[in-house]
C-alpha cells in the first residue's frame, strides 16, 4: 500500500468524524437526520465549510463538511446531480442542508439518490441553527485533537532522544515503542528472524507463531508503510544505506477497529506512530553504530589502532604513524591477522558479564606474554566481547607459518603455567620440556587398588581432565590466522578473515595449533556470516519469491523439493525417489520452481548459486 493509505488513518486520528460531529450539541440543537450516505459517516471531518453557490467545489481541497441552507443551488435535476457529483469528486466529508428557506419539508429525492449513490453522506437539519455554532465546535474539537496529536509526538521525540543519548539498548527501544503505541512491536532480520519484540500485553506466543511465514505475506510498498491487508505498519532499520532489519507495529492492537478511526480497509494508523516507528528504528540504528564495550574512550592505544583497521576510522597512514610511536613498525613489513578466543563462552563454568570479562581480561594478557616469549612484534588488545586480536609484523613473509607456530606454542605454555597457579587447581606448572622419563612414570601409575586391568590414571591425564574443565588446556582456545598481507591499507582483511575463521572454528572439534582459511569449509563459512545483511539480502534475492510462494501454500513444500534436487547432484530420477514422489510428480514440481524463480535449474551456475542460498538460509536459520 502507498504512503497515502498511512495518511488517512492519520486524519481520522487527528480529524473528528461526521458521526462524532454530528454527536455535538450545537448539530443536535438543530434535530439532524440522515437521509443517505451512512456509510460514510466515519470520514473524517479536516474543516467546516458555509457555502450558497453551486460552484463551490473549486474552492474545496477535500475534507471539508459543507454547510448550506441549499437557497443558491440549481433548480433542476441534473444541475443536482452535478453539484453532488462535484462534491464527491473533491473529497469533501458530507453535506449538511438546513430545511426550511430553500427546502421545507426535505431535500429533493434527486439529490438524496445522487449522495446515495456517490456514498456522500447527507444530512437534514430539520431546525434552525446558527452554523456559527457548528463552526465553532468542530473547529475547537480539531484544534484539541491537534495539540493532543503535537503532545505526543513530542514525548515520542522527547523519549527516543533520551534513549539514543544514554544508549539504550534494542530492548529498551522496542519496550518503549509498545508502550508509547501500545500496540505489539517486534524487530526482525531481513530474513524474517525475531531479534526482538514487545507484545504489549497480548499473547507473545500467538504473536510469534509461525512468524517468518506470516512475515513474507505482510509486503507494503515504500521505507515506512502500512499494509492494511495483515495489519502491520512496517519501516526499514538501517544507516549509512545499509539497511538490516524490519520494525513492525501491528495496528490496531485487537481485532476491533476503535470507532474514531474509518471502516473499511484503507483505515490506517495515526501519524503519530508513524513517527514513533520511524524514531525507533532511527534509534536502534543509531545504537547498532555507535555501540561499543564499556571501556569508551580509555582503550588503549592498542586497541584503538586495531579497531581503526578493522572500521575504517582512521587513515591506515595515521595508524602507521601512531604505532610507529610505540615502536611497532607496519610499514614494508608482512601483516598476518590473528584472533583469540575461548571455545567455549564459559569455558570455566563460570557465567556473568564480570566473569566474561576478567576472561577476556587474562586471554589479552596471556596473549600479550606469549608475543613477548615468541619475540614477535604485533598490535595485540581485545577488539570485542569475545575475541584478542593481534597484527604480527614480520620482517621475512618465509616466515609467516614458523611466526604462528611460535606463538601458539607460547600461548599454551603461558596459559598453562597460569592455569596451574591458580588457587585450587591442583596441577603442577606445565613444562615445556618434560624429562625421558616423565611419561613412563606418569603412565605406570595404576588406579588404587593396584589393579592392572584399571586404566591408569597418571599426573597428565588429571592434568588434561582439570585444565578441559577450567578452560586452560590446550583445546580450550581457538588462534585462527588470515592471510598474510603485503601492505597495512590490506590489514583490515587478513583480521577479518581471521575472525570469521575463529568464528566457525567454534564448530570444529579438530585440536588445531593454528586455524587457518582451509580448514574452514562453505557452510562453516556462511554460519559465521550469517548476521551479515549482505548475506541475507542474497538469499533474499535467490529464494525470496519461492519462500513467500511457500508461505502462501505450505503444503507443497517447494523449498524441499528443491533441495533435495539439489542434494542428489541435479540428478532428476535419484530426486524423485528421494523426495518419494513419482517422476512425472517431481519434473512438474520442478518446472514449477522455475517458473516461480525464473531461473533455468538445468544451468550449473544457477543451480550452484541456489545451493549457495539454501546453505546460507540452513546458517541463518542456525541459532
Given at each position: ?18 458521526r462524532e460531529v454530528l454527536a455535538l450539541d450545537p448539530v443536535r440543537h ?91 453522506p447527507l444530512v437534514e437539519l430539520r431546525r434552525a441553527t446558527p452554523f ?477 548459486s541456489l545451493h549457495v542460498a539454501l546453505l546460507a538460509l540452513q546458517a541463518?536459520?542456525?541459532?
Amino acid at each position: 500500500m502507498s504512503r497515502s493509505g498511512v495518511t488517512e488513518g492519520s486524519v481520522s486520528a487527528v480529524f473528528p468524524t461526521v458521526r462524532e460531529v454530528l454527536a455535538l450539541d450545537p448539530v443536535r440543537h438543530g434535530a439532524p437526520r440522515m437521509v443517505a450516505g451512512d456509510a460514510g459517516l466515519d470520514r473524517p471531518v479536516r474543516w467546516v465549510h458555509v457555502a450558497e453557490v453551486p460552484d463551490i467545489a473549486t474552492l474545496l481541497g477535500g475534507g471539508e463538511l459543507v454547510l448550506t441552507t441549499g437557497i443558491g443551488l440549481p433548480g433542476d435535476d441534473a444541475g443536482l446531480r452535478a453539484f453532488i457529483g462535484d462534491l464527491a469528486d473533491v473529497g469533501v466529508s458530507g453535506l449538511v442542508v438546513e430545511l426550511g428557506r430553500r427546502y421545507v419539508s426535505g431535500v429533493p429525492r434527486v439529490m438524496a439518490a445522487a449522495a446515495e449513490r456517490r456514498g456522500l453522506p447527507l444530512v437534514e437539519l430539520r431546525r434552525a441553527t446558527p452554523f456559527v455554532r457548528i463552526t465553532e465546535a468542530v473547529h475547537a474539537l480539531i484544534v484539541d485533537a491537534q495539540l493532543t496529536e503535537l503532545r505526543a509526538t513530542e514525548e515520542i521525540h522527547q523519549r527516543f532522544n533520551d534513549l539514543s543519548v544514554e544508549g539504550g539498548d534494542a530492548a529498551e527501544v522496542i519496550r518503549q515503542a509498545a508502550e508509547l503505541s501500545g500496540c505489539p512491536v517486534v524487530l526482525e532480520n531481513l530474513s524474517r528472524q525475531v531479534l526482538g519484540y514487545d507484545p504489549a500485553g497480548e499473547s507473545a506466543e500467538l504473536l510469534l507463531d509461525g512468524w517468518e511465514q506470516h512475515s513474507r505475506q505482510v509486503r507494503p510498498t515504500g521505507r515506512t508503510a502500512y499494509d492494511p491487508d495483515n495489519g502491520w505498519l512496517v519501516t526499514a532499520v538501517g544507516a549509512r544505506g545499509q539497511d538490516w532489519g524490519r520494525l513492525l507495529l501491528r495496528w490496531p492492537a485487537s481485532g476491533d477497529v476503535p470507532t474514531a478511526q474509518p471502516s473499511g480497509p484503507t483505515a490506517g494508523p495515526p501519524t503519530r506512530l508513524t513517527i514513533l516507528i520511524e524514531r525507533a528504528a532511527s534509534t536502534l540504528a543509531l545504537g547498532r553504530l555507535i555501540r561499543r564495550d564499556a571501556e569508551g574512550l580509555e582503550r588503549q592505544i592498542h586497541r584503538t589502532l586495531l579497531t581503526a583497521l578493522l572500521d575504517h576510522s582512521r587513515p591506515v597512514d595515521e595508524v602507521a604513524l601512531r604505532a610507529k610511536a610505540l615502536g611497532v613498525l607496519l610499514d614494508r613489513r608482512h601483516l598476518v591477522g590473528v584472533m583469540v578466543r575461548h571455545r567455549a563462552e564459559d569455558p570455566a563454568g563460570e557465567t556473568g558479564p564480570e566473569a566474561a570479562q576478567a576472561r577476556l581480561r587474562d586471554l589479552s594478557e596471556a596473549v600479550g606474554q606469549a608475543l613477548r616469549e615468541a619475540k614477535l612484534t604485533a598490535l595485540t588488545s581485545a577488539v570485542d566481547d569475545n575475541s584478542v586480536g593481534v597484527l604480527l609484523a614480520l620482517t621475512d613473509p618465509a616466515a609467516e607459518d614458523r611466526a604462528l607456530s611460535a606463538f601458539a606454542s607460547a600461548l599454551r605454555r603461558v596459559r598453562l603455567d597460569a592455569g596451574a597457579g591458580r588457587p585450587g587447581l591442583g596441577v603442577e606448572p606445565a613444562r615445556a620440556t618434560p624429562g625421558p622419563d616423565a611419561s613412563r612414570a606418569e603412565s605406570s601409575r595404576a588406579a588404587p587398588g593396584g589393579d592392572p586391568s584399571r586404566p591408569a590414571v597418571g599426573v597428565a591425564a588429571v592434568r588434561a581432565g582439570v585444565e578441559r574443565a577450567r578452560g586452560v588446556g590446550p583445546g580450550a582456545v581457538i588462534v585462527a590466522a588470515g592471510s598474510g598481507v603485503g601492505t597495512l591499507r590490506e590489514a583490515r582483511r587478513s583480521l577479518v578473515e581471521a575472525r570469521q575463521i575463529a568464528e566457525a572454528a567454534t564448530r570444529d572439534r579438530r585440536d588445531l595449533a593454528v586455524f587457518r582459511l582451509p580448514h574452514v569449509g562453505l557452510a562453516g563459512l556462511l554460519h559465521l556470516l550469517r548476521d551479515e545483511p549482505r548475506l541475507q539480502t542474497f538469499v533474499e534475492r535467490e529464494l525470496g519469491a519461492l519462500l513467500e510462494y511457500d508461505a502462501r501454500h505450505p503444503r507443497e513444500r517447494l523449498l524441499d523439493t528443491l533441495r533435495t534436487y539439489l542434494e542428489q547432484g541435479r540428478n532428476k530420477s535419484a530426486g524423485a525417489a528421494a523426495a518419494h514422489l513419482s517422476r512425472p510428480a517431481f519434473y512438474e514440481r520442478l518446472a514449477r520452481i522455475a517458473r516461480i524463480l525464473d531461473v533455468d535449474l538445468d544451468s550449473v551456475e544457477a543451480s550452484l548459486s541456489l545451493h549457495v542460498a539454501l546453505l546460507a538460509l540452513q546458517a541463518v536459520r542456525t541459532p
